[in-house]
């Protein structure tokens, strides 16, 4: 058992961070706070919505198809400013784009491929991991800065590299070995602990701290919720969640952190949970429909849970809302699993899933009134993360081919 634990907890860490990045500080206003870059994030670094646009029901998507990218795309475009992003491919490049070109190209050597995961400083600086365990450095114009070994010293043990966090200067990094590292955007390292447990994918920095999950990837031993210092890596507050394993999360929305997480009931069977730490303190607990994959909110505290079926009765996908004080407002069920947190804009959020057997994007607002859904044909396959552009447009890429679609009215 502890072979089979020790070899699915990347496994997990993968899965998760498709659907836990794709749920708010964003270079898309969806996944948990902080996953974009430059002047953007340092202006939406506490906040898992969309400080810019009203957003609007998508009508119909506009293609663009990316002029000298080769392969498919592993992330929605990652904004530094208002025209200019970064993707990832899975040829192993990374793309700095403005419009439907791109400027410039790193390409990770002796043929790494990358996780799913890109962030970037105020200064531009991008960052990203590949599956051997490196994080590398690119500047602005495409030109690789440094890299750094994140694996252990036993480079036998198999390690799990979560969601880079930009900061104002430099990245912080999380890995299933329990290590949390800060460096400068030179290189430099601030400092790096070692927690005992495993890093949960997203990392959160909101309210002057950091808030990070520790999974110990096991139903009989109970999670933990920590606020640290971003300065020194010191530790505030730990929280254990008695009982509870984490899935997804956190994600800081208004005064608290959400989790998602479930236990092991006498059955056999999981019983999914959202839990709200704050203050150092579970403030409340509520039982969820389906298994959570991502969490994402809005400027008036309240939060959307995206999840996915737990048996084989159900296969589907569930969207859930609650309001800052863990009342459930609404429910929405899908046809299809929902594997990344709902893009919030505005008065209206986006998920991905099937309706009548087509995938499409679909449209709620705040209160979970349908707007809109808008079907993607001729594609074999989109992401399901969401990217709220600076201009308040939803976006999405397509899996196997260099293609962003933005939806628009």
Partial sequence: MQYSQQHLWPLFWFLSLLAACGG????????????SGGAIADARRDNNYARFGDGAPAEKLRWTLLRGVRGGLLTPPLYLNRFRYALLTDAGALAIVEGDTALYQFHFPNGERTYPAVAADSAGMLYSITTRGQLYAVGPDGVGRWSKDLRPADTNAIVGYGQPLGMADGVIVGTTAGTLTRYSSDGRQRWSIQLGAGVAPQICHANGALVVALSQNDYAVS????????????????????????????????????????????????????????????????????????????????????????????TGGMLV????????????????????????????????????????????????????????????????????????????VAVDTCVVLRGTD
């Fill in 321 to 396: 809302s609650f309001d800052g004080g863990g009342n459930r407002r609404w429910e929405k069920f899908f046809e299809s699993e929902l594997t990344a947190a709902a893009a919030v804009s505005g008065n209206y959020l986006y998920v991905v899933s099937r309706r009548e057997g087509r995938t499409g994007l679909f449209t709620y607002d705040h209160s979970g009134q349908f707007a809109a859904f808008v079907p993607v044909a001729n594609l074999a396959d989109v992401s399901s993360r969401i990217t709220i552009s600076p201009v308040a447009q939803p976006l999405l």
């Fill in 223 to 314: 999670d933990t919720v920590l606020l640290l210092d971003p300065a020194t890596g010191a530790r505030r507050s730990a929280t254990p969640l008695v009982g509870f394993r984490v899935i997804a999360g956190p994600a800081v929305i208004g005064p608290a952190a959400l989790v998602g997480v479930a236990r092991r009931a006498s059955d056999g069977t999981r019983e999914p949970f959202l839990i709200a730490v704050a203050d150092g303190t579970v403030g409340w607990q509520q039982p969820l429909p389906l298994m959570p994959r991502g969490i994402s909110g809005d400027q008036l505290g309240n939060s959307y849970i995206t999840g996915t079926g737990t048996s084989a009765e159900f």
């Fill in 24 to 35: 708010g500080g964003n270079s898309d206003q969806s996944a948990p706070v902080n996953t």
